[in-house]
T-cell receptor
């Protein structure tokens, strides 16, 4: 069982609100990720971090921002939510596997936050 | 373009039966291939990770195969249980960076009693 937690599990808010999705892991992983997933569709990377004070944008353009002030905490913020932001947001972290050069890292996911913007 | 295609899109089987899910990819250069199980409303959980040199890998009733020459993988589920009902996602990692994982859209499996 992975020790990575996301809150809230479900969030329904109105357009224009500022929201923060929380993600915490207790495994001491340096690498953390945010993915966005629509129903029946593939996961898309929107942000990642390789350690404290390191954040990068992923492959999918997103209006959200992230911060990494502590190793265990990787929150995602939307300054002004819109209906187009309705989706499931999944946080993940990883550890090095056998032989880092093969990128065999195990990826652990949280349970996700289902966001609905009205 | 790097892509991962999964088939079928959805599948219904009876409890106790076997099934095989397919994954074709065009990712190159290729590092490894992973299968994840995602229950509805939950995050994906890793089932197997295979490098290009591995042909088969088992995890309980789940057996994954990989043919790096034809760029195909399959996930075989033996003696299915109701708890196997979930989406099964094939993920391919190109060489050169973890942030470049390519996800398939998944196969949604429903096991009926």
């Amino acid at each position: 069982e992975a020790d990575i937690y996301q809150t809230p599990r479900y969030l329904v808010i109105g357009t224009g609100k500022k929201i923060t999705l929380e993600c915490s892991q207790t495994m001491g992983h340096d690498k953390m990720y945010w993915y966005q997933q629509d129903p029946g569709m593939e996961l898309h990377l929107i942000h990642y971090s390789y350690g404290v004070n390191s954040t990068e944008k992923g492959d999918l353009s997103s209006e959200s921002t992230v911060s990494r002030i502590r190793t265990e905490h990787f929150p995602l913020t939307l300054e002004s939510a819109r209906p187009s932001h309705t989706s499931q947001y999944l946080c993940a972290s990883s550890e090095w596997g056998q032989g880092a050069w093969t990128t065999n890292e195990k990826l652990f996911f949280g349970s996700g936050t289902q966001l609905s913007v009205l | 373009k790097n892509q991962v295609e999964q088939s079928p899109q959805s599948l219904i089987i009876l409890e106790g039966k076997n099934c095989t899910l397919q994954c074709n990819y065009t990712v190159s250069p290729f590092s490894n291939l992973r299968w994840y199980k995602q229950d509805t409303g939950r995050g994906p959980v890793s089932l197997t990770i295979m490098t290009f040199s591995e042909n088969t890998k088992s995890n309980g009733r789940y057996t994954a195969t990989l043919d790096a020459d034809t760029k195909q993988s399959s996930l075989h589920i033996t003696a299915s249980q109701l708890s196997d009902s979930a989406s099964y996602i094939c993920v391919v990692s190109p060489s050169g960076g973890y942030n470049k994982l390519i996800f398939g859209a998944g196969t949604r499996l429903a096991v009926h009693p």
